[in-house]
């Protein structure tokens, strides 16, 4: 497919790029008009009681894309054949996207960060190379009933990247070594994160021109927060900041700036939440790796739905400081910084790269914890590992593309001489309750806020946060404590039920982990994520939990069986909302639980499973 530009910025650069940031205009570098009509669309079906009627705020998200636009070149950009086409795809991660490349391109955006560094290493790619990555970044939506497009980047930072790179070249030719363990690689992240020279909104129009919502601080594009100068250190390229739900409180992503984000794989579907801009960007490799924040599946949903690798850590273990938050403080549950990639390998380099820099020197609420490699050898070294396998919480079971998954596991684990055994975890419905009292306790004042700054509405995904539009009263402090005591008594009954599996093993050991489902999705229709405890559980647990997808869903395979019985009612509303046809081909992944503070643990486990599954897959494909 021709490609106006491409020669142009394949001279202009003259290092071997011959397609540079040429896909990233799919998205973010739509019509004018489209852009103004999601805006007026997402601003109908709102709640009266918190905006003020004043539309000013629309002019104000539209200004703040007209800025981002404006940041790239001309001859970057696609021709409107090109953006027409993308309407008419289903899909538009993978083949589609790849067919705008050469396949020097295509080879790039194929690697992942250890190949990445080991490429820059050995000199076959300079820091400017890697921008193939870009590429990608953010494509069209769901363009093809004229309702919207997918734009996953709420600020771009090329100018502030090309600039980073060309410094590290510098480095790299005069003193013939790299900055550091991550040099050169270009990532997202969340629009939580403060970065010097870009802007947080967190979603809100009432942000735009702010620090957090106030004026004349002096913070205003000058704050970064800790993660990212440990990122800078460490020789990382931040290349901009990707859309989320407003407020965060939701399990899909929109806002009034960029609207609905949709699935990559799918574009009748659903990127999940609240990071769902990063997930969106790694399905379609807009970066090597991506930063999200989590309090209740916010990373482990959209990597699921987008078929992409995530790591959610325990309280602890990566900076938080100077990050953008809905009620920041809230500490019972907190928020914590997590990975998603490619790759269980780029998921391990990124996150031993961060604790090398002894991020607990600088943020007091990280643990002096290095990397443990005893964790991960232990795991290595294991004749076989024993699984705790979760087919259904006993509330609400998955779709079959779901169960289909998590079986597919179990045989790739069985097939390996690995032990799994049923896994009857402590009532998932009590977590819920404990996790919905302790976030979300105050009522969320500063949502309300935060909106009341431009006068925008609410979008539908927040709703239920403001019951008949208006805010709820917050706990008093006796219910708090009672919650807080149920808490603590939850996590004691969880850690005695994991330590009781010790007793049926053959070696006398407790499960290592735990195989189990991200949601009981199947991917997303809008507006029908009304099930999160396969996800808010670990948060209360403060458990880390690594997904990583397994296959697709398939309309040919996976039925609901005739004869299947209910669980209850929810599980029936709940199994009524799987369409064979409507979820055919979204991504379905699985997420492995640890225990708190396992992480390294952890990710060697999931590079067992990974490797178990590759087996599996090869040995189905003989048959």
């Not at 296959?551 to 929810?570: E, I, S």
Request: proline share 6%; glycine share 8%; net charge neutral.
């Amino acid at each position: 497919m021709p490609v106006p530009g491409r020669a142009a910025v394949s001279q202009a650069l003259n290092v071997g790029l011959t397609a540079v940031f040429i896909a990233w205009s799919l998205a973010n570098l739509v019509v004018y008009s489209l852009a103004e009509m999601v805006l007026t669309i997402t601003a109908t079906s709102r709640m009266a009681p918190i905006s003020s009627g004043d539309q000013s705020w629309s002019q104000a998200a539209r200004e703040k894309n007209e800025r981002n636009d404006a940041k790239i070149p001309e001859n970057w950009r696609l021709d409107p054949s090109v953006i027409e086409e993308a309407k008419k795809k289903r899909e538009i991660a993978g083949p589609f996207i790849e067919s705008l490349l050469d396949d020097q391109s295509r080879s790039i955006t194929a690697l992942d960060v250890p190949e990445l560094i080991k490429a820059m290493k050995q000199r076959m790619h300079i820091s400017w190379s890697v921008f193939h990555f870009v590429i990608s970044a953010a494509t069209p939506g769901n363009l093809a009933d004229g309702r919207t497009q997918n734009r996953n980047l709420l600020e771009i930072g090329f100018d502030l990247a090309l600039s980073r790179a060309r410094e590290l070249d510098a480095f790299f030719y005069k003193y013939k070594k790299l900055v550091g363990p991550l040099h050169g690689i270009p990532i997202t992240l969340k629009d939580q994160f403060h970065i010097k020279g870009l802007e947080t909104t967190m979603a809100y129009v009432g942000w735009i021109g702010t620090f957090e919502g106030k004026k004349g601080t002096g913070k205003e594009k000058l704050f970064e927060s800790q993660m990212i100068q440990d990122l800078y250190s460490l020789g990382a390229i931040p290349i901009g900041k990707t859309s989320l739900v407003m407020s965060l409180w939701a399990a899909e992503t929109n806002n009034n700036i960029l609207g609905y984000n949709w699935n990559p794989h799918n574009q009748h579907l659903s990127s999940g939440g609240s990071s769902g801009g990063e997930g969106a960007m790694q399905a379609l490799r807009g970066s090597a790796v991506g930063f999200g924040t989590d309090i209740g599946g916010s990373i482990s949903v959209p990597a699921s739905f987008n078929g992409v690798f995530s790591m959610k850590p325990s309280n602890g273990r990566i900076p938080f400081k100077g990050v953008a938050n809905s009620l920041s403080g809230q500490q019972d549950i907190p928020t914590v910084t997590g990975i998603l990639g490619h790759s269980i390998a780029s998921i391990r380099l990124v996150f031993r790269s961060l604790l090398s820099t002894e991020p607990w020197l600088r943020d007091p609420g990280v643990f002096p914890i290095p990397w443990q490699e005893k964790e991960e050898r232990q795991v290595r070294d294991a004749k076989y590992l024993n699984f705790g396998f979760m087919e259904h919480d006993q509330i609400v079971a998955p779709h079959p593309p779901v169960s289909r998954a998590l079986q597919m596991v179990k045989k790739a684990l069985q097939a390996q001489n690995h032990k799994v055994i049923p896994w009857t975890q402590p009532d998932n419905d009590e977590a819920m309750a404990i996790h919905s009292a302790l976030t979300r306790g105050d009522g969320c004042p500063d949502v309300v806020k935060a909106l009341k700054l431009s006068g925008e509405p609410p979008v539908p995904e927040i709703e239920h946060l403001f019951p008949n539009g208006i805010r709820e009263k917050s706990l008093e402090l006796s219910t708090h404590e009672d919650f807080s005591n149920r808490m603590k008594k939850y996590r004691e009954e969880y850690v005695e039920y994991w330590n009781s599996t010790a007793a049926g093993a053959d070696d006398g050991k407790p499960v290592d982990a735990v195989i189990l489902p991200v949601t009981p999705y199947a991917g997303l229709v809008p507006g029908n994520f009304t099930y999160l405890s396969y996800n808010c559980f670990s948060n209360v647990l403060d458990y880390p939990t690594v997904v990583i997808p397994v296959t697709f869903a398939d309309k040919t395979v996976d039925f609901v069986d005739p004869y299947y019985k209910p669980l209850n009612r929810r599980d029936k509303l709940n199994m009524r909302l799987y369409n064979p046809e409507a979820h055919d081909g979204a991504p379905v992944g699985i997420q492995i639980l640890g225990r708190r503070l396992r992480e390294e643990q952890l990710i060697a486990v999931a590079q067992v499973v990974v490797d178990a599954l590759e087996k599996y897959r090869k040995n189905e494909s003989k048959l």
